[in-house]
C-alpha cells in the first residue's frame, strides 16, 4: 500500500501541469474583477466558461484513463469528487448561514435558506432559474448566486462518467461519443439561447458542450499524443488571443452563451492543448503568482461574490470602491486559509482517504436541511400579506452582474 501511494503521488507530481493552474489564475480572477468592478473587465463573466474547459479536461482525462486501464470505479470517482467540493463549500455554505442569522431581515433569510438548500443540493442553477424575474439589483442581493456554474458542473459529473462507462464498455469510439453528445448540447444553446437567454444561461444542457470540449481534448492527447512544438507555440498564441479577445469584446447583454461562447471555450482549449513548455505561455500562465493563485481559484470562487453580496445588503446599495478592494483583499485570505487549512489535508494529507467522503456527505446534507429550516421559520415570522405574496429573489436573467 505504500509503495502504490508513493508510486501515485510520483504519477500524479509528473503529470501536473503548473500552466493549467495558471490558466484557473485568469478564470478566477477575470470573474472576480467583473462582479467587484464591472466596467473594468465587462467580458470577465467568461471565466466560467474557461472553468468548464478545465474541468472537462482535467476530469475526463482521468476517467478516460482509469477506463482503459480497467481500474475505473464510480465509488471512488464520486468520493473524490466529494473531497475536492465539499469542504470548502461546507465552510461557505455555514458562513452564510451565520451571517444571515445577524444580518439579514426574516425575508432575506427567507430565500437565503432556500438557496442554502438549493446549493447544498447542486441544483442551484434549476432554482435560480424559476425565480429570474423577480427583482431589480441584479442578483446582487442573492449571497449564492454564483453556485449555478456549480450546480452545472456536478449535474454533468452525474451523467457523463456513466455514458463514458458505456461506451467504453460496448467497445464505441469515446470520442465520436463525445462529438455527438457535444453537438446536442451545443444546438439546445443556439436554439434556446435566442428563445429564452435566461434558460440558456442557466440549463445544464446548453452547458455540456463546454466541459465536452476539454473532455475531447483530454482524449485526442490520450490517443495521439500532444503537438509539436511549432504547432504548440501557434496554439498557445491563438488561444490567447482568442482569450483576450472574448474578454474585451463578449459583454453580459449579448445572447449568451449563443455562438460567441465558442471563442472563450476554443482559447482555452488551444492554450491546453498546446502543453506545458509553448513558448512564451510558461510566462503568462506557469509564474509563482499565477499558479498560486490557481491553486486557491475554487474558494476564492466561493468566497468573493458573498461577502460582495452581503457588503451590498448590509449597506443597501453597492459598496463603496474601497470596500470592494478590501472585500477582495478578505476573499483572497479566507480562499488561501480554506486552502491550506481545510482543503489540503483532505484532498492529499492524512485526511485524504476515500472513507471521508461519508460524513462529507452527511454534513452537507445536514447543511441542506438546515437551509430549508431557516427558510421554513423565515416564512413564519412574515407577516401574513408578505408571507403570501412572495419576495422574489434574482432577476433579470443575467447572474455575473
Known amino acids: 500500500m505504500i509503495e502504490r501511494d508513493r508510486g501515485s503521488a510520483k504519477a500524479m507530481q509528473h503529470n501536473y501541469r503548473p500552466d493549467i493552474d495558471g490558466l484557473r489564475a485568469v478564470a478566477v480572477l477575470s470573474v472576480v474583477i467583473f462582479h467587484a468592478f464591472p466596467t473594468w473587465l465587462p467580458g470577465g463573466l467568461v471565466g466560467v466558461d474557461i472553468f468548464f474547459v478545465i474541468s472537462g479536461y482535467l476530469i475526463s482525462g482521468h476517467i478516460l484513463q482509469q477506463l482503459y486501464d480497467n481500474k475505473f470505479s464510480i465509488f471512488d470517482f464520486y468520493s473524490r469528487r466529494i473531497r475536492r467540493i465539499f469542504p470548502a463549500l461546507i465552510l461557505v455554505l455555514l458562513f452564510c448561514l451565520a451571517v444571515g442569522a445577524v444580518a439579514l431581515s426574516a425575508a432575506d433569510n427567507r430565500e437565503l435558506g432556500e438557496h442554502v438548500a438549493g ?11 424559476f425565480e429570474v424575474g423577480s427583482t431589480k439589483d441584479g442578483g446582487i442581493s442573492n449571497p449564492l448566486l454564483h453556485l449555478w456554474s456549480l450546480g452545472v458542473e456536478e449535474q454533468f459529473y452525474i451523467v457523463w462518467p456513466l455514458a463514458a462507462w458505456i461506451a467504453w464498455r460496448r467497445g464505441m469510439s469515446v470520442i465520436k461519443t463525445i462529438a455527438a453528445v457535444a453537438l446536442v448540447s451545443m444546438i439546445f444553446n443556439l436554439v434556446i439561447v435566442y428563445i429564452d437567454r435566461t434558460t440558456a444561461f442557466y440549463l445544464p444542457v446548453t452547458r455540456f458542450w463546454e466541459l465536452l470540449a476539454g473532455a475531447a481534448l483530454a482524449e485526442l492527447e490520450r490517443s495521439y499524443g500532444g503537438l509539436s512544438r511549432p504547432a504548440a507555440n501557434l496554439a498557445a498564441i491563438a488561444g490567447i488571443v482568442l482569450l ?10 449579448q445572447a449568451f452563451p449563443g455562438i460567441i461562447a465558442a471563442a472563450p471555450v476554443l482559447g482555452a482549449v488551444l492554450v491546453i492543448a498546446a502543453g506545458r513548455t509553448a513558448a512564451f505561455k510558461t510566462l ?14 475554487y474558494p476564492l470562487y466561493l468566497w468573493h461574490w458573498p461577502l460582495l453580496s452581503f457588503g451590498y445588503i448590509i449597506g443597501h446599495d453597492t459598496p463603496a470602491k474601497e ?9 483572497l485570505v479566507l480562499a488561501a486559509l480554506t486552502y491550506m487549512i481545510i482543503e489540503k489535508p483532505i484532498r492529499f494529507g492524512r485526511f485524504r482517504k476515500s472513507a471521508v467522503a461519508v460524513p462529507l456527505f452527511a454534513i452537507m446534507t445536514f447543511i441542506g436541511a438546515a437551509g430549508y429550516w431557516v427558510s421554513e421559520q423565515a416564512q413564519h415570522a412574515l407577516p401574513r400579506d408578505v408571507a403570501q405574496v412572495g419576495v422574489p429573489v434574482a432577476q433579470n436573467a443575467l447572474p455575473l452582474q
Open 284 to 297: 503568462i500562465f506557469s509564474n509563482r503568482i499565477a499558479v498560486a493563485i490557481g491553486l486557491i481559484s
Open 244 to 253: 483576450v479577445l472574448s474578454f474585451a469584446l463578449i459583454r453580459e447583454k
Open 119 to 129: 446549493g447544498a443540493g447542486f441544483v442551484a442553477n434549476l432554482l435560480f432559474w
Open 323 to 331: 470596500v470592494r478592494f478590501a472585500l477582495l483583499a478578505a476573499s
